[in-house]
């Protein structure tokens, strides 16, 4: 083993991108049949790219990684999605809840991969289901297999299992059915860096997300009993509409929120309580 192994010419960082991105483009570059090769020589004993994403190594292992892809440590943390804290992890250096991420799907937006050729870290973000640029929902199925695009293969525009290898940037590009105000709000909100928050209500990207959810997902019949990430399990398709609801609450603030518990008390008549917080808008009282 050499500790001290580097890529010649590694890739360029581009704008928001993955860690595992960064990690394909360079078996891409140096013509690595499989990913994980780059690491060969380091012996990391990383046994898969989602892993390597979301399972934080040691220090000495980051040095070597970081080392490796001609990168500082420091932007090896913000690529990756390593836990801050127990059942935390981040996007982009922004810390969020790890049920609003899904790291292992290779989400996409066709027309943003044909421009440039590499995965954005905001696509990880379960509740965002669109792309704010084009408005299109973003790639969660293969035209090809009927599979979700894992971080399978050794090249970003295909799907990635042996068996299909269908070309993403081809996929068909449908408009979302829901408001775009959520999606564009979040992403102007993540592209003002790391710790701008929301004017008004002073929430940052991640407590953004979960709150619009949460309020949301409590305006739906659906969402009312359980946890608000069972509800992204069992509902995926009203994930969309949801964050819809939530985030309409949290604009020009105090006064959305207002309307918002206004509309959630006249809802909630009838649920049998005969007093309280839990008579005037129901369980939200315990949810938020």
Known sequence: MKS???????ELVLPDESLPSLVVRNAMRYRFADPMLVFDRLGLGIAALETLATDRPDEDRICRLAALLGISGETLDRMSSWACAPATSSVGGRPIRRMFLDVPLRRSCPAC???SLH?????????????????????????GCGRPPRWRGHRLEFCGYPSCFHDLRHAPET???????????LTDLYERGVGATMRGCGLDFGQAVEVAFVLGVFARPEGRRGRSDAFLRRHPGQTAAAMEEGWSALQEWPAGF??????????????????GLVREFGGLAKSI
Do not use: F, K
């Not at 973000?125 to 408005?135: D, E, F, S």
């Not at 408009?175 to 709000?185: A, D, I, L, Q, Y």
């Open 4 to 10: 001290g192994y580097v890529l010649p010419d590694a």
């Open 258 to 275: 207002q309307q918002y518990l206004e509309r959630r008390r006249a809802a909630s008549t009838g649920n049998g309580r005969r007093y």
């Open 119 to 143: 995965h954005r870290s905001i696509w990880n973000v379960r509740a965002l289901t669109a792309c704010a640029v084009h408005g299109t929902v973003l790639t969660e199925t293969c035209p």
């Open 113 to 115: 991969i044909r421009r």
């Open 175 to 185: 408009s979302t059915g829901e408001g775009m105000g959520h999606v564009r709000g």
